[in-house]
T-cell receptor, first 117, second 113 residues
């Protein structure tokens, strides 16, 4: 079974600093996808970034980038120039194969990020 | 588009009661899923559907039933509520393309006493 591990329960960062949230994964599949989601205190799940296992370049979306190291099975999220609004829970997730091409997601336990002014 | 909607937002049940959590999407998505999120944890898949009439179990299906009679709706039924089912429930939908995110509803907070 696939597994996602996020080893940082909480992180505290000064505003405007860059922050890296760790994510390691375990899978025997050759084709897979990795997602990062943000969950603010209001509770909704907000998609941030996606990395496919065959993508040659690291994914980037604005201030978010994904440091994908396939051999080490890691997919760390990097947030540049952090802002107070970045304070939230962050979840790493992996797409797991399912029937008829469906997309099942396996989530890590999350990292609570707090940005200090 | 309303996206993915869930009702109710909050519900309190007594042990043994049954109820249905509603989920609807207006994006003509083929795939729909139910997840639960327990305090301090990530989401875990309960059931999912790949189209009307086709469903499959996820990681934690026990105590829940689903059916999908239309593309738009994917209700989750709790047959006999237990305190262990106290959680936040998220419904999600997508077209199923590999790189595509799932679109999540706002969640239903369920408390079973």
């Amino acid at each position: 079974a696939q597994k996602i591990t996020q080893t940082q329960p909480g992180m505290f960062v000064q505003e405007k600093e860059a922050v890296t949230l760790d994510c390691t994964y375990d899978t025997s599949d050759q084709s897979y996808g990795l997602f990062w989601y943000k969950q603010p205190s209001s509770g909704e799940m907000i998609f941030l970034i996606y990395q496919g296992s065959y993508d040659e370049q690291n994914a980037t979306e604005g201030r978010y980038s994904l440091n994908f190291q396939k051999a080490r099975k890691s997919a760390n999220l990097v947030i540049s120039a952090s802002q107070l609004g970045d304070s939230a829970m962050y979840f790493c997730a992996m797409r797991e194969a399912a029937i008829q091409g469906a997309q099942k997601l396996v989530f890590g336990q999350g990292t609570r990020l707090t940005i200090n002014p | 588009n309303a996206g993915v909607t869930q009702t109710p937002k909050f519900q309190v049940l007594k042990t043994g009661q049954s109820m249905t959590l509603q989920c609807a999407q207006d994006m003509n998505h083929e795939y729909m899923s139910w997840y639960r999120q327990d305090p301090g944890m990530g989401l875990r898949l309960i059931h999912y559907s790949v189209g009307a009439g086709i469903t499959d179990q996820g990681e934690v299906p026990n105590g829940y039933n689903v059916s999908r009679s239309t593309t738009e709706d994917f209700p989750l039924r709790l047959l006999s509520a237990a305190p262990s089912q106290t959680s936040v429930y998220f419904c999600a939908s997508s077209w199923g393309r590999r790189q595509e995110t799932q679109y999540f509803g706002p969640g239903t907070r369920l408390l079973v006493l």
